[in-house]
Nanobody, 124 residues
Framework: QVQLVESGGGLVQPGESLRLSCTTSRFTLENYIMGWFRQAPGKEREFVAAISWSGVTTGYADSVKGRFTISRDNAKNTVYLQMNSLKPEDTAVYYC?????????????????WGQGTQVTVSS
C-alpha cells in the first residue's frame, strides 16, 4: 500500500540537477527517520540518503556523497533530495521511505512505508 508520494523526477543531461520531493497526507513525517533509495534496471534497490527526524543528522551512500543533499521541512511535511552533477549511473527509480523506529537505518527492510517511486534518467 503506497503511503508516500514522490515527485520531481525527469530526464536531464549529465551535469544537470534535479530536486525530488516526498510527502504524504496519511501521517506526520516529523516522527520518522526518512530515507531515499533507488533501483536501476536489473539491480537491487540501494540506499541513497537518510535524515533524522530533526534534520540534524544525515547520511549518504559513497556514490552520491558531495553531490546529493537530503533535507526536510517538517512544517510542510516534506522531504527533499537535491541532486547535483548528475551522472548516467544515477539513472534509476527513486523511492522515498519512512522508518518508524528511532534508530538509524540504511537497509530497505528497516523502512516501513514506501512511495511508488519517481523515474530519474540522466542521458545526453
Amino acid at each position: 500500500q503506497v503511503q508516500l508520494v514522490e515527485s520531481g523526477g525527469g530526464l536531464v543531461q549529465p551535469g544537470e540537477s534535479l530536486r525530488l520531493s516526498c510527502t504524504t497526507s496519511r501521517f506526520t513525517l516529523e516522527n520518522y527517520i526518512m530515507g531515499w533509495f533507488r533501483q536501476a534496471p536489473g539491480k537491487e534497490r540501494e540506499f541513497v540518503a537518510a535524515i533524522s527526524w530533526s534534520g540534524v543528522t544525515t547520511g549518504y551512500a559513497d556514490s552520491v556523497k558531495g553531490r546529493f543533499t537530503i533535507s526536510r521541512d517538517n512544517a510542510k511535511n516534506t522531504v527533499y533530495l537535491q541532486m547535483n552533477s548528475l551522472k548516467p549511473e544515477d539513472t534509476a527509480v527513486y523511492y522515498c521511505a519512512a522508518r518508524t523506529r528511532p534508530v538509524w537505518g540504511t537497509s530497505t527492510f528497516e523502512y516501513n512505508y514506501w512511495g511508488q517511486g519517481t523515474q530519474v534518467t540522466v542521458s545526453s
